[in-house]
């Protein structure tokens, strides 16, 4: 280490605006543990057992904090009158590999809010009710498609897969006005879940060796070489389908309707470009597709794996309708145990375990009652919120009935002190997510669906992949795992 080196580790430790905040030494020098951890697919793990070392706030980079209290939430993430959004770490970003536009997931300041004003509408009640028909048809699809894979596997199904297919089909209909209905092609295996899962690990990686130049761009070099020739397959489809919705007249509202007479090659407020819209049509189908996936085939698993709260849901199903045909997007609303074993499956296993790190504006913050100098970097973890002891009692156990309230019959007061308000899986503020209410639609209908058809329980409790299945690896999102069960007919 060169005398240069040594001055700057030790005005990193001992004097750097963030030398107050504790976390290991090596982690306040440099960030390539941060990197070796986000390369492993682990970093929440890391931030979990330095949270249990150092506490409520812990410094995990140079320049960057993390935390875990509830209050973070509104600190950070949510609007305030007394100072400006906070903009996400341009570092952090993925950025999209087609035409260069941005999504609603990468876009800032006014090219975010232009965007965010054009597709609001797409998740308005409105497009909601117009989507109730797909949904219960493709749920339908989903317990047929079931039925099928109970018969060829002998009674065994990985209803990852399925549930993989449903939020696929759905997806697609919603952002391009055209299925591919997977569900009804049994003689077929889709890969587009894990290839959805390729492209966020390549695309974590890259972010995390951009702070490493040139590694990035040697890593974003090799992908532009290796996947050229499908990429442009790929990019020639996603143009010729979006022509072909906007071109079409359809009977009910989705991703496209608000956008189809707001498309502008100039970008102004309230318009946006044809390149915008792929994008963002891309962006919101993988979203979709892997967030809902893995918010689903936890709820599964989890239900497999714990009777007691298998039995209490198959009871509140089974009891409120009298025919399968009852189901559906309004009727599911009533279901209160059903939304809160959703709601636990979130809490225990998020779709995207990763910090969301923002950048402290001019003048600093107060995070949590700490004050932050201006510049710096500040978030938190999903999975680190929702399954800290300091938020949740049994924060790794599911226990759907800490989400009831007094009067319900399951309730359990041991959960009585939880907060609540640490808890919020779709994120708040202006980037919270749009599609909450779509998701909440599906997952309802489709895991009603599955409990009132058949009873199942894991094929495997006992085996390693049973009982490590939620010690996912994420790159982005959490890494696909089979959730394979015994299914029988329950009628």
């Known amino acids: 280490m060169s005398l240069l080196d040594k001055v700057l580790s030790i005005y990193l430790v001992c004097f750097h ?6 976390g290991p030494k090596l982690w306040a020098i440099c960030r390539l543990p941060w990197a070796y951890h986000v390369l492993r697919g682990d970093l929440w793990h890391a931030y979990d057992r330095l949270h249990d070392i150092y506490g409520p706030v812990v410094r995990v980079a140079p320049n960057e904090l993390t935390f875990i209290a509830p209050e973070t939430w509104q600190d950070v993430y949510a609007l305030s009158k007394t100072r400006p959004q906070l903009d996400k770490d341009p570092k952090a970003q993925l950025k999209p590999l087609i035409s260069g536009a941005d999504s609603l997931f ?3 300041g ?54 993989g297919y449903a939020a696929f089909d759905l997806g697609s209909d919603f952002t391009r006005g055209e299925s591919p209905k997977t569900l009804e092609k049994p003689n077929e295996h889709h890969e587009f879940i894990h ?8 695309g974590t990686t890259k972010t995390c060796l951009d702070r490493y130049w040139p590694l990035g761009e040697i890593l974003l070099g090799w992908v532009t070489w290796a996947t050229a020739k499908q990429r442009k397959a790929n990019a020639k489809d996603s143009w010729a389908r979006m022509e072909r919705r906007l071109a079409t007249e359809v009977s009910r509202s989705d991703f496209i309707t608000p956008v189809a007479d707001k498309i502008s090659e100039s970008g102004t407020k309230g318009t946006m470009t044809k390149a915008e819209v792929l994008v963002n049509q891309l962006a919101v189908l993988v979203a979709h597709s892997q967030l809902t996936t893995i918010g689903l085939a936890t709820t599964a698993f989890l239900l497999a794996r714990e009777k007691l709260q298998l039995d209490r849901l198959v009871h509140e199903v089974r009891s409120t309708f009298e025919r399968e045909s009852d189901i559906t997007v309004t009727s599911t609303k009533t279901l209160v145990y059903l939304e809160a074993v959703i709601q636990e499956a979130l809490r225990i296993n998020h779709p995207t375990p990763s910090s969301m790190p923002r950048i402290v504006p001019k003048g600093g913050l107060s995070v949590a009652g700490h004050f932050v100098p201006e510049g710096n970097i500040v978030g938190l973890s999903l999975y680190n919120i929702h399954t800290r002891p300091e938020n949740f009692y049994k924060p790794l156990e599911f226990h759907p009935e800490r989400f009831l309230d007094k009067s319900h019959p399951y309730y359990d007061p041991q959960f009585a002190n939880d907060r609540m308000d640490a808890f919020k899986p779709f994120s708040t503020g202006p980037r919270g997510c749009l599609g909450n209410k779509l998701f909440w639609a599906e ?18 409790p006992d085996s390693k992949e049973s009982i490590t299945w939620l010690r ?7 890494e696909p795992k089979p959730v394979k069960v015994h299914l029988n007919e329950a009628w």
């Open 110 to 163: 006014d090219d975010h809010r232009r965007i965010k004003g054009v597709f609001v509408g797409a998740f308005a009640d409105k497009s909601l009710r117009d989507q109730t028909e797909n949904i219960h048809d493709t749920s339908t699809a989903f317990i047929q498609r079931l039925r099928h894979e109970k018969v060829k596997g002998q009674g065994v199904v990985d209803l990852h897969r399925i549930l």
């Open 443 to 460: 997952a309802r209908v489709l895991i009603a669906r599955l409990v009132w058809t058949f009873n199942f329980e894991l094929a495997e």
């Open 195 to 202: 290839n959805f899962f390729m492209h966020a690990t390549v």
């Open 472 to 478: 996912q690896r994420a790159w982005l999102v959490c």
């Open 17 to 22: 605006p963030l030398s107050r905040y504790p």
């Open 106 to 108: 990468t876009a800032v």
